[in-house]
């Protein structure tokens, strides 16, 4: 009988002490937040919380080629589920972005931004005039499952090719353009469909840097 009340006050404790957790509790030691996000991603009408984490080793602080002092401490995310008034821990991957400070070489570094869509979880990076890529991610199956990944390559105003891979369907539509002298509007694509081959949907947590569109190399 005793053995009974105190897992009962075990439980009870717990679950108090879950109505009361907040998202910042889910920030492991060594990082610092650095983003917040809010959106519906289990259908249930409460916003979720997605966090954009950075480390903070001093060692990664550094000196650039243009003598300024620069925080290159990678990146993560963390996803949250909100259940009434507490949280739950449904994915992260604590450091699959760089930094935001990155060489850019003759350019800025890609910018990274968070989106929802339809209940979905987009990360897109946008490259200025070079282009743009987004993975689009489902929680499904106690994951964040990579569903849909797009790139589009340009020079300026004049679209390169552009990728898009469906995880679900196993279609890859790539349409490159024809046209070497094109002025805007005046691309000429010529379309390309392959069926892949995948034994299981990539997870977030899979996935070791978003930069380096790994995706894009791998089917």
């Known amino acids: 009988m005793k053995e009974i009340v105190v897992l009962l006050i075990i439980s009870i404790t717990l679950s108090c002490n879950a109505q ?3 998202p910042s509790d889910f920030i492991p030691e060594g990082y610092v937040l650095y983003e917040k996000h809010f959106g519906d991603l289990n259908n249930d009408k409460q916003d979720d919380y997605v966090l954009i984490i950075k480390g903070t080793a001093k060692e990664n602080i550094v000196v650039d080629n243009y003598n300024r ?3 290159r401490n ?3 995310i963390i996803v949250l589920f909100k259940i009434g008034n507490s949280y739950k ?3 992260y991957n604590y450091n699959c972005f760089s930094s935001k400070h ?3 070489g003759g350019y800025y570094p890609p910018q990274l931004f968070i989106e929802f869509e339809e209940g979905n979880l987009k990360i897109l990076y946008r490259h200025g005039k070079y282009g743009f890529w987004s993975y689009m991610f489902r929680y499904q199956h106690a994951n964040f ?3 849909k990944y797009e790139a589009t390559s340009s020079r300026g105003p004049i679209t390169l090719k552009e990728t898009s891979i469906d ?3 196993k279609q890859k539509i790539v349409r490159e353009n024809t046209n070497d002298d094109a002025e805007s509007d005046e691309e000429v694509f010529k379309e390309t469909q392959t069926h892949i081959k995948i034994d299981a949907l990539i997870k977030i947590s899979d996935i070791t840097d978003f930069d ?3 995706i894009l190399n791998s089917f």
Do not use: M, N, S
């Open 20 to 22: 009361h957790k907040k």
């Open 69 to 71: 002092t620069v925080d």
């Open 74 to 76: 990678r990146r993560g």
């Open 89 to 91: 821990l449904a994915d």
């Open 102 to 104: 990155e060489d850019g």
């Open 145 to 147: 499952e990579l569903i």
């Open 167 to 169: 995880f679900v369907t």
């Open 212 to 214: 380096e569109r790994p």
